[in-house]
T-cell receptor, first 111, second 113 residues
Framework: NAGVTQTPKFQVLKTGQSMTLQCAQD?????MYWYRQDPGMGLRLIYY???????DKGEVPNGYNVSRLNKREFSLRLESAAPSQTSVYFC??????????FGPGTRLTVT | KQEVTQIPAALSVPEGENLVLNCSFT??????LQWFRQDPGKGLTSLLL?????REQTSGRLNASLDKSSGRSTLYIAASQPGDSATYLC????????????FGSGTQLTVLP
């Protein structure tokens, strides 16, 4: 039982490049989330998926797209990376009334 | 819009002390409140979850309380140890259909040997 896994762990991009962050969970949770964490600002929600086939914007969705590929997998795509997207990205999963479980994070630097 | 505040941003205590971390939130219409621990360069580990109908939850040396009407939660750590050094984050889940959490910016705790 691996919980929530994320790939890659580290990534350096140049401005304008694209990439996809992958997330998978093996806890049979309906809901999955993408957050970003910046110094002094806590975690902010980018997108979430309440169930397979649905996605909704969070607090800071601009510059990102998501895909809920199936119940296990939820990916985050940066189409044209910008330095402002340098951050640590966390994926999480959970059930509505219960805890959220977080992955180890992806540290992204955009130069 | 819900806002979650954690004060102080950093705290340093000698080993063995009991300590309290504070979390306040502006909208009392919450479903639950969760405390997390984050070690440097790592992800978040859930410590305690308090449902809105509960007043407190305990796990080992940790005790979390919730006063929904005043918009406050505290995390009490008894007999602190150097291994407790980490950043502690609180997060609230709103009532209703929304599922996303709103996080505070955390308190960085250092326990000195």
């Amino acid at each position: 039982n691996a919980g929530v896994t994320q790939t890659p762990k580290f990534q350096v991009l140049k401005t304008g490049q694209s990439m996809t962050l992958q997330c998978a969970q093996d806890m049979n949770h309906n809901s999955m989330y993408w957050y970003r964490q910046d110094p002094g600002m806590g975690l902010r929600l980018i997108y979430y998926s309440a169930s397979e086939g649905t996605t909704d914007k969070g607090e800071v969705p601009n510059g990102y797209n998501v895909s809920r590929l199936n119940k296990r997998e939820f990916s985050l795509r940066l189409e044209s990376a910008a330095p402002s997207q340098t951050s640590v990205y966390f994926c999480a999963s959970g059930r509505k009334t219960y805890e959220q479980y977080f992955g180890p994070g992806t540290r992204l630097t955009v130069t | 819009k819900q806002e979650v505040t954690q004060i102080p941003a950093a705290l340093s205590v000698p080993e063995g002390e009991n300590l309290v971390l504070n979390c306040s939130f502006t909208d009392s219409a919450i479903y639950n409140l969760q405390w997390f621990r984050q070690d440097p360069g790592k992800g978040l580990t859930s410590l305690l979850l308090i449902q809105s109908s509960q007043r407190e939850q305990t796990s080992g040396r940790l005790n979390a309380s919730l006063d929904k009407s005043s918009g406050r939660s505290t995390l009490y750590i008894a007999a602190s140890q150097p291994g407790d050094s980490a950043t502690y984050l609180c997060a609230v889940k709103p009532s209703g259909s929304a599922r996303q959490l709103t996080f505070g910016s955390g308190t960085q705790l250092t326990v000195l040997p």
